[in-house]
């Protein structure tokens, strides 16, 4: 079974300071990829970046960037420059071949501090 | 932004009564889903189909029912609202054949309020 854990629920960071996001999944599949997606208050979820678990490199989104550690099954985004549009509530989510699910984490929330 | 859409936004409704959430995309896309997602909490699939005439339930077990009878359209259909469906409802889409990678668009959702 695919789980994905986002341990922290908050986190708040001042306006053009990086924050790093974190989160662990679990997956039985070699074959799978791994997302950050945005959620603004009242707006429509958007993907931020994406991962593909076969890549090493470390996928790169402008501003958002990940450190994808396969061996520990750690998937962190780090935002840089934060702006105040940034604060959203931010889901890890993975997506296996096996499965064709997308399975999402429970949340962080980010607020930006101007 | 995705070219999907969801209506209503928001709906108050008493209890029993019959409702339709619906969802259409102009993307083309052959998989669509639904999803329930409590306030500030994780989205939990309830419904996705791979194409026309294509339906199957998701993780999370639900009392609603849904069809696909085009590909651009996937409504979701409670035929008795409870309090107990008072939730978020999110809509998204993705492509067929993309394998293990495809990247799900969603909708603004529909806010449902069941008194």
């Known amino acids: 079974a695919q789980t994905v854990t986002q341990s922290q629920p908050e986190m708040s960071v001042q306006e053009a300071e990086t924050v790093t996001l974190s989160c662990t999944y679990d997956?039985?599949?070699?074959?799978?990829?791994l997302f950050w997606y945005k959620q603004p208050p009242s707006r429509q979820m958007i993907l931020v970046i994406r991962?593909?678990?076969?890549?090493?490199q470390n996928a790169t989104e402008n501003r958002f960037s990940v450190n994808f550690q396969k061996a520990a099954k750690s998937f962190s985004l780090k935002i840089s420059d934060s702006q105040l549009g940034d604060a959203a509530m931010y889901f890890c989510?993975?997506?296996?071949?096996?499965?064709?699910?997308?399975?999402f984490g429970t949340g962080t929330l980010l607020a930006v501090q101007p | 932004e995705a070219d999907i859409y969801q209506t209503p936004r928001y709906l108050v409704i008493g209890t029993g009564k019959k409702i339709t959430l619906e969802c259409s995309q102009t993307m083309g896309h052959d998989k669509m889903y639904w999803y329930q997602q409590d306030p500030g909490m994780e989205l939990h699939l309830i419904h996705y189909s791979y194409g026309v005439n294509s339906t199957e339930k998701g993780d999370l077990s639900s009392e609603s029912t849904v069809s696909r009878i085009r590909t651009e359209h996937f409504p979701l259909t409670l035929e008795s609202a409870r309090p107990s469906h008072t939730s978020q409802y999110l809509c998204a889409s993705s492509e067929l054949g993309q394998g293990a990678g495809e990247t799900q668009y969603f909708g603004p959702g529909t806010r449902l309020l069941v008194l």
């Open positions: 997956t039985s599949e070699s074959d799978y990829y």
């Open positions: 991962q593909e678990a076969y890549k090493q």
């Open positions: 989510a993975s997506y296996g071949g096996a499965t064709n699910k997308l399975i």
